[in-house]
């Protein structure tokens, strides 16, 4: 017995001899026994500015095709402009002064700086002035307008500038007044011609006298004059339509408007013509003669050459009023000395007619 308690206390002090050494060892820790622990790391991005710049914005301006260029210009006395480009080709212009005395188109080449229309009408409403021909590059629009009109065109109250593929009037269109009533084209656009008589352009006034002068039938260059007796007067327009050509014709023939809105009641123009049954001027409607009138611009109580000076007249248009209507200038046949030219009209509130015309004007009834 007394053998395995000695076995007892050696083993026991062995153990407390290991533990003061493991103590001594490891500050008395206790051991790991592989316990895992498990830490989460959360990220967060953080986003660094790039340095400040200078930005820069670029504005693009659309610059119209010059076949679909339309200048609308409402001041008096002022100019507008538009850049067009075209790839070349023949443009027709289309212009209007509206309500301002005048209007003015200068149409010049940006690459060339060729000037291709520079132009000035009175024409109150839209009207065909001329083809050009333009070449491959961009170009400068310019309207002018001239003062503003006390009372004014109502109805055409905006200066205009247009440019388009249409170089001819659209024959079924009905405009808002004549169109080019006062022919300021040079060309008889717009109206249609049967015969010979009024040649095939509108004469040039200012061209026809200064071909000629007094009696003579040719200046001293040997250029045929242009009017008859005396140079051409009282004509607000550059261009007339006349059966005198620089010489009377005896060619028959007959001058129609497009179709216009008779939307005031008078139509006023300038006329030269003697009493002549076939030398008138008529008023149609759905292609009927619905007025007829005959002038007598030669009366003794004139001053000036009857034969070479315009006439204010005037038709009454009550019967037809806001209807659509043509003029018709007639020459159904010319005696070698006789002749009609007429031109400058326009729509109107208030009649223009010089006294001693005493024309002759008949109604009819076939407007119902």
Same mark, same amino acid.
């Given at each position: 017995?007394?053998?395995?308690?000695?076995?007892?206390?050696?083993?026991?002090?062995?153990?407390?001899?290991?533990?003061?050494l @493991?103590?001594?060892?490891?500050?008395?820790?206790? $051991?790991?026994?592989?316990?895992? %622990?498990?830490?989460?790391?959360?990220? !967060?991005?953080?986003?660094?500015? $790039?340095?400040?710049?200078?930005? #820069?914005? +670029? #504005?693009?301006?659309?610059?119209?095709? /010059?076949?679909?260029?339309?200048?609308?210009n409402?001041?008096?006395?002022?100019?507008?402009?538009?850049?067009?480009? @075209?790839?070349?080709?023949?443009?027709?212009?289309?212009v209007?002064?509206?309500?301002?005395?005048?209007?003015?188109?200068?149409?010049?080449?940006?690459?060339?700086?060729?000037?291709?229309?520079?132009?000035?009408?009175?024409?109150? /409403?839209? %009207?065909? =002035?001329?083809?050009?021909?333009?070449?491959?590059?961009?170009y400068?629009?310019?309207?002018? #307008?001239?003062?503003?009109?006390?009372?004014? &065109?109502?109805? /055409?109250?905006?200066?205009?500038?247009?440019? &388009?593929? *249409?170089?001819?009037? $659209?024959?079924?269109?009905?405009?808002?007044?004549?169109?080019?009533?006062?022919?300021?084209?040079?060309?008889?656009?717009? @109206?249609?011609? #049967?015969?010979?008589?009024?040649?095939?352009?509108?004469?040039?006034?200012?061209?026809?006298?200064?071909?000629?002068?007094?009696? !003579?039938?040719?200046?001293?260059?040997?250029?045929?004059?242009?009017?008859?007796?005396?140079? =051409?007067?009282?004509?607000?327009?550059?261009?007339?339509?006349?059966?005198?050509?620089?010489?009377? +014709?005896?060619?028959?023939?007959?001058?129609?408007?497009?179709?216009?809105?008779?939307?005031?009641?008078?139509?006023?123009?300038?006329?030269?013509?003697?009493?002549?049954?076939?030398?008138?001027?008529?008023?149609?409607?759905?292609?009927?003669?619905?007025?007829?009138?005959?002038?007598?611009?030669?009366?003794?109580?004139? *001053?000036?050459n009857? +034969?070479? *000076?315009f006439?204010?007249? *005037?038709?009454?248009?009550?019967?037809?009023?806001?209807l659509?209507?043509?003029?018709?200038?007639?020459?159904?046949?010319?005696?070698?000395?006789?002749?009609?030219?007429?031109?400058?009209?326009?729509?109107?509130? !208030?009649?223009?007619?010089?006294?001693?015309?005493n024309?002759?004007?008949?109604?009819?009834?076939?407007?119902?």
């Amino acid at each position: 017995m007394a053998m395995v308690n000695r076995s007892v206390i050696v083993y026991l002090i062995m153990i407390i001899i290991v533990i003061a050494l @493991w103590g001594l060892t490891t500050g008395f820790a206790l $051991p790991n026994f592989n316990l895992k %622990s498990t830490t989460t790391t959360t990220t !967060t991005a953080t986003t660094t500015a $790039p340095p400040n710049k200078n930005t #820069t914005t +670029s #504005t693009v301006v659309y610059v119209s095709p /010059c076949q679909a260029l339309q200048i609308i210009n409402n001041s008096a006395n002022a100019s507008y402009s538009e850049e067009c480009t @075209w790839t070349g080709g023949t443009l027709g212009l289309w212009v209007a002064s509206g309500s301002y005395a005048y209007e003015s188109v200068l149409i010049k080449g940006m690459a060339d700086g060729k000037v291709y229309v520079n132009q000035t009408s009175d024409y109150r /409403c839209t %009207s065909f =002035w001329s083809n050009f021909t333009a070449t491959n590059q961009s170009y400068l629009v310019t309207l002018k #307008t001239g003062p503003l009109i006390i009372g004014g &065109n109502a109805n /055409c109250t905006s200066a205009i500038a247009r440019l &388009n593929l *249409t170089t001819t009037a $659209p024959k079924s269109e009905v405009y808002s007044n004549v169109y080019n009533g006062n022919f300021s084209s040079g060309t008889y656009a717009g @109206w249609t011609l #049967t015969g010979k008589g009024f040649g095939t352009a509108p004469l040039n006034i200012s061209a026809a006298n200064s071909a000629g002068s007094g009696n !003579t039938l040719q200046n001293a260059n040997g250029i045929t004059r242009c009017y008859l007796g005396s140079p =051409w007067i009282n004509y607000a327009g550059k261009y007339a339509a006349t059966t005198y050509n620089c010489g009377t +014709s005896v060619s028959p023939g007959n001058l129609t408007s497009s179709l216009f809105y008779a939307k005031e009641p008078f139509l006023n123009f300038k006329i030269i013509s003697p009493q002549d049954n076939f030398l008138y001027i008529t008023i149609l409607y759905n292609n009927k003669q619905v007025i007829v009138a005959h002038y007598n611009t030669y009366n003794i109580s004139f *001053t000036g050459n009857s +034969s070479s *000076t315009f006439r204010n007249a *005037t038709i009454p248009l009550s019967t037809v009023v806001g209807l659509p209507v043509r003029i018709e200038i007639v020459a159904d046949t010319l005696n070698s000395q006789t002749y009609i030219a007429a031109g400058d009209f326009s729509l109107s509130g !208030t009649p223009h007619m010089d006294k001693g015309i005493n024309p002759q004007i008949n109604f009819t009834n076939s407007t119902g």
